[in-house]
């Protein structure tokens, strides 16, 4: 059972910001001054299974490391966006690309510059330690911090809905 109130079977494509949500909100700096982030591992698996089963994904963030590129590249993740410092545009030629329509979207952001995208978006969903702003405009907000399972939670949520979790082999594996 589902706790986002929505039609969760219209969901074909999901799109996370990075920091804040796919890593914490508090970033380290490396000693050369490149942020270094910590990711959820079942995050990963629920993406790359997301993946594997055929939904769009797309990853839209301000972030323009070759660590955060890397990650998401290794779990099969093509639709990377890294420095996209207004999303919105970003956003939508995504979704014209993938010929998807905003209902059938859910984009998960946690800060001022995702909330054009959680408007535009079918489902937005917040972590629970968004900023007050983004919370006030997610139609989902998870129990789940940034960084600490929030991406899995919805993704295990929608993929549950359409019968796809644990359903066959690509459940099984990484």
């Given at each position: 059972m589902s706790g986002i109130n929505y039609d969760l079977k219209q969901i074909r494509g999901f799109a996370f910001d990075v920091d804040g949500v796919l890593s914490a909100s508090t970033i380290p700096l490396h000693p050369n001054g490149e942020p270094m982030r910590m990711i959820n591992i079942k995050d990963g698996y629920a993406l790359q299974l997301a993946v594997k089963l055929g939904y769009e994904v797309a990853i839209i963030?301000?972030?323009?490391?070759?660590?955060?590129?890397?990650?998401?590249?290794?779990?099969?993740?093509?639709?990377?966006?890294?420095?996209?410092?207004?999303?919105?545009?970003?956003?939508?030629?995504?979704?014209?690309?993938?010929?998807?329509?905003?209902?059938?979207?859910?984009?998960?952001?946690?800060?001022?510059?995702?909330?054009?995208?959680?408007?535009?978006?079918?489902?937005?969903?917040?972590?629970?330690?968004?900023?007050a702003d983004v919370l006030n405009c997610a139609s989902y907000i998870s129990p789940r911090c940034g960084g600490m399972g929030c991406a899995r939670d919805v993704i295990e949520q929608v993929l549950r809905a359409h019968g796809d979790w644990m359903k066959d082999c690509h459940a099984f594996g990484w």
């Open positions: 963030t301000g972030s323009k490391t070759e660590a955060v590129r890397k990650r998401f590249e290794g779990l099969g993740i093509k639709d990377l966006f890294l420095g996209a410092s207004v999303k919105l545009p970003v956003y939508k030629d995504w979704v014209k690309a993938r010929r998807l329509k905003d209902e059938e979207v859910l984009f998960m952001g946690d800060d001022i510059p995702d909330i054009e995208v959680l408007h535009c978006c079918g489902l937005p969903c917040a972590p629970a330690d968004a900023c």
